[in-house]
Each structure stands twice: as C-alpha cells, then as structure tokens.
C-alpha cells in the first residue's frame, strides 16, 4: 500500500503552490512500513523531511532534497471516538476533527475548523485560532524516534510554545488523544459558524501558507505590515495580501523566490522603520 516515487513534485502538495520537487516521496501506510522507511533513510544517511498538507511551509524552488515522509495515508487519518476523547491519526483533517466534533456533540474543538492541516502538522506547530491552541485540547501524543521507536507521552509532559512543539522538531507525530467537553450540537454548530465567520472576514482565500510570520508580542505582524503601508506589495507573482497584511499570496505564477525576497523585504521595513525583528511562522 506504501506509495513510493521519485522527483515527486512537492508545490501541488503546499497550500502556497510553489517549489520544486523531492527527490523520494514517501507515504507509508503503517507505522511499521514507516519505521522500514526510517531504517532505509538512517542507512543511506538520506535526510528526511515530514510533511502533511503542507499548510504552513514554503518549499524552495530548488526542492528537498533527500526523503519527504507525508502521513496522509488513510490508515494515518482515522478519528475514533470514546466518550469525550478522540483518537486521531497524524495525518486526519483538522477540519474533519472538528466536523466529527460536532456529530459527537463535543465542544473546545471548533477552532480547528479553519486550519487548512493535519493534526500532525497542528501537533508540531502547536496551532491556533480565535484564543485556543492545539495543546488545549490534547490529552496524549503517540510519536516515533527517528530510529523507528514508538513512544506515547502525556499532554503535561510535554513542553510547547507559541506555534511550536520543539519536540516534534525531532521526532514524528503519529496520532494524538484529543479531548472535548460535552456540550449540544447546537452551541457547537454555532461557534463553528461564529468562528468559520471571523476568519473568512479578514483573511483571503487566495494560495497562501497562512500567516507569513509569528506575532512578534508588541503588535500583530499583519497590523504592523498594514500600518507599513506595504498591502498590495509585489514581487513576481507574490503578493502581500490587501485582506491581511501577514499572508503573502500566490497570484498564480508566483516562484518560491518571489514569495522569499517579498519575506526579505517586509522584514527590512519592519527592521528599519519600526525596530521590529520579524520571524517567519511558516517553515523554509
Ligand atoms: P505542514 O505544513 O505539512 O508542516 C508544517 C510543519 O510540521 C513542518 O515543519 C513539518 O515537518 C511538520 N510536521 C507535519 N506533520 C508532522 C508530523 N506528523 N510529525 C512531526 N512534524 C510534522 N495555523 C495556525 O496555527 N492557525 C491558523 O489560524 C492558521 N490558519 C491558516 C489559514 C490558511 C489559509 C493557511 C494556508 C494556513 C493556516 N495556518 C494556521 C497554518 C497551518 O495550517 C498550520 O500550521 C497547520 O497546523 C499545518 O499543518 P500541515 O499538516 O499542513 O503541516
Ligand atoms: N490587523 C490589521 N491589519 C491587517 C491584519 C490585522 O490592522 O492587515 C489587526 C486586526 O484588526 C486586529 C489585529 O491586527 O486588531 C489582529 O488581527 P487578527 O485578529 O486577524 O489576528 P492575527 O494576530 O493577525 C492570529 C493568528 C492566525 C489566526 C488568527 C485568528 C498568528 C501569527 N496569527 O492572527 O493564525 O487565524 O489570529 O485567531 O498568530 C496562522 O498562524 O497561520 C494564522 C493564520
């Protein structure tokens, strides 16, 4: 069941659309196939990029080199529930997490519904949305060493920060246990609505890779880039959003190169005219 392909394009695999190809791509379909898959990788000494739906990344022109590992394989993406708790793959739709959510009439999960990732990639950035982050919700997380080894640790155990899991820098998510509260389909459905509302007034549904940069603490980057005055700001076929200063959007043609000169640019601006030392969110 493992797909397994060479020179594998990688930017139909990124919300942003851009970059070149992996050199292997992987999809294993079991955690013992991905463990086989590590073995191989430690052997060659092939480095070794874990990807998901790609949401929060820019992939370079010139590819990755070495074995991208992608955990979207059905046997990856299951959501089980057993009273308040979820059980979910690595590789499962945040959106599908909070859907099933709601079927279940459980709440604290709906800010997950806007987040275009899996919760691997969601694990790994610690992501959130309208006041609640990933590491809220979570009981336990199941993960493997880079020698194939299974470990599964409880949510308080484990150290994360804002929009990071430095954990995961070095290890790979398989699943986690979520947790809800019980609550009625109806409250649940209207804070999915509420939320779902919020993001599609203020941020654009154009190709992007979500917020370009972290929130530096004295201002949101996306109101600091606004007050710049630098919306509409293009290079090539890159452009800074007119809807939300911190998304670059992809106008169509746009290359990994435009998209990193407009991150240079944007973080001079805000060097020089505002003392602000901006830090890119999404991973390069
Ligand atoms: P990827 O982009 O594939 O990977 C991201 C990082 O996680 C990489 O370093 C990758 O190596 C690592 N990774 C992926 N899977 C695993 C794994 N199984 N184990 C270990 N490491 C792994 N983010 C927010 O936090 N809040 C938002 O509100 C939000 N809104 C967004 C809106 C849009 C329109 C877009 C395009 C993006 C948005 N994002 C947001 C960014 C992104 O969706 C999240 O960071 C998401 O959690 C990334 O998941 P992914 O599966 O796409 O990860
Ligand atoms: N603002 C502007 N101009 C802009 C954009 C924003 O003035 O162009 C102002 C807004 O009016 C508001 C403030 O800046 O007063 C904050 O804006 P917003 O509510 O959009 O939140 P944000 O801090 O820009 C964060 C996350 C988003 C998440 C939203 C909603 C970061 C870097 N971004 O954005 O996450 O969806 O809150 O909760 O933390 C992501 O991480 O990729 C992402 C999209």
């Not at 493992?2 to 992987?26: C, F, H, Q, S, W």
């Not at 509260?181 to 209207?190: A, D, G, I, L, W």
Request: charged fraction near 25%.
């Amino acid at each position: 069941n493992t797909i397994l392909r060479a020179d594998e394009p990688l930017a139909k695999r990124t919300t942003m659309r851009v970059g070149g190809n992996a050199d292997v791509y992987v999809e294993p379909a079991s955690e013992t196939e991905l463990a086989q898959v590590l073995q191989i990788c430690n052997r060659l000494h092939a480095p070794i990029f874990i990807l998901g739906r790609g949401s929060n990344l820019l992939v370079r022109d010139g590819g990755i080199h070495g074995v991208v590992i992608c955990l979207v394989h059905p046997n990856f993406s299951k959501v089980e529930f057993s009273g308040y708790l979820m059980h979910c793959g690595a590789g499962a739709k945040l959106k599908q997490v909070a859907m099933d959510s709601k079927k279940h009439q459980l709440t604290g999960l709906e800010f997950l519904e806007g987040i275009p990732g899996t919760v691997g990639g969601a694990l790994r950035m610690n992501a959130g949305a309208m006041g609640g982050w990933t590491f809220d919700v979570v009981e336990s997380i199941r993960y493997m060493d880079y020698g194939g080894e299974v470990h599964e640790q409880q949510a308080t155990e484990i150290k994360v920060e804002y929009r990071s899991c430095p954990l995961l820098k070095t290890h790979i998510a398989l699943g986690a246990v979520l947790k809800g509260h019980p609550s009625n389909r109806e409250v649940v459905e209207k804070r999915l609505k509420t939320f779902s509302a919020k993001r599609w007034e203020s941020q654009p549904a154009a190709p992007s890779a979500g917020c370009i940069f972290k929130n530096p603490g004295t201002i949101p980057a996306g109101k600091l880039i606004d007050e710049l005055g630098m919306k509409g700001t293009r290079v090539g076929g890159a452009m800074v959003s007119q809807e939300h200063g911190n998304f670059i959007i992809n106008e169509g043609q746009a290359t990994a190169k435009d998209v990193l000169n407009l991150i240079q640019l944007i973080k001079q601006r805000a060097r020089s005219e505002r003392g602000v030392e901006l830090e890119t969110e999404v991973e390069i």
